[in-house]
């Protein structure tokens, strides 16, 4: 596996999804193809962490607890973490506003899955909770 970069924002937990203190958590996942590496990774990446820095968010950025990219042969992956997969409404406010801030097209999505489905999951691709 290439790099992984990490950004934790809640105190002693870091974006993993064995952490126990993430168990009820989920993430934003975006996926890259190879092609994308060289013209959006670093950019979607940079808006990624002034998202989470500058609390993007509004009144729901306590509820993200961390972003991640992994750099990989096969393409790149962007996620930012929740804390509680259940709390649609924030989970659904935080994917709206991160795609709106990487400027992705209204008729392209992503999704967010919860940890507890990516710990569990029996194939290569874990379901989608919700998608924007």
């Not at 193809?33 to 990774?41: C, E, G, I, P, V």
């Not at 709206?96 to 194939?123: C, F, W």
Request: net charge neutral.
């Amino acid at each position: 596996p290439g790099p992984c970069f990490v950004l934790g924002l809640q105190d002693g937990i870091e974006p993993m999804w064995e952490d126990e203190r993430n168990k009820r958590g989920g993430r934003w996942l975006l996926t890259l193809n190879k092609q994308q590496r060289k013209y959006d990774l670093d950019r979607f990446w940079l808006e990624t962490l002034l998202c989470l820095i500058g609390e993007a968010f509004d009144d729901y950025s306590d509820a993200v607890c961390g972003a991640v990219v992994n750099v990989r042969t096969k393409g790149d992956k962007i996620a930012v973490w929740t804390s509680d997969y259940e709390n649609r409404e924030a989970v659904t406010h935080i994917g709206r506003v991160y795609k709106e801030r990487l400027g992705i097209p209204m008729n392209m999505t992503i999704g967010y899955q919860s940890h507890a489905d990516t710990a569990t999951k029996s194939g290569s691709t874990t379901k989608n909770k919700f998608v924007v």
